[in-house]
Nanobody, 123 residues
Framework: QVQLVESGGGLVQAGGSLRLSCAAS????????MGWFRQAPGKERDFVTA????????YYADSVKGRFTISRDNAKNTVYLQMNSLKPEDTGVYYC????????????????WGQGTQVTVSS
């Protein structure tokens, strides 16, 4: 089992920045690739970005490429999502997730999920 807890969400104006954190506990954090997903009200949960077990590889959805950066610190069992140049359409609940494989974009490929943190971007 892996327990994931997100933090860092909040209300920010368009053009602003936020940094989300996801702290993991349980099994060896470095054994899992990590991903961030988001879900807007009334919409499906969408892939945002993922990072490999070592942190050497990343993948981004086109909608966030160049604005968001995923990173991880395996010594601290934490994955981060730095979000810059935020837009109102970035609003949603952000979830981190873990899988024992690689840079999957499908939510069904992830085995463990956090409870989510709300990000609201005002125009």
């Amino acid at each position: 089992q892996v327990q994931l807890v997100e933090s860092g969400g909040g209300l920010v104006q368009a053009g602003g920045s936020l940094r989300l954190s996801c702290a993991a506990s349980g099994r060896t954090f470095s054994s899992y690739a990590m991903g961030w997903f988001r879900q807007a009200p009334g919409k499906e949960r969408d892939f945002v970005t993922a990072i490999s077990k070592s942190g050497g590889a990343t993948y981004y959805a086109d909608s966030v490429k160049g604005r968001f950066t995923i990173s991880r610190d395996n010594a601290k069992n934490t994955v981060y999502l730095q979000m810059n140049s935020l837009k109102p359409e970035d609003t949603g609940v952000y979830y981190c997730a873990a899988n024992a494989g690689y840079l999957y974009t499908r939510s069904g490929a992830y085995d463990y999920w956090g409870q989510g943190t709300q990000v609201t971007v005002s125009s």
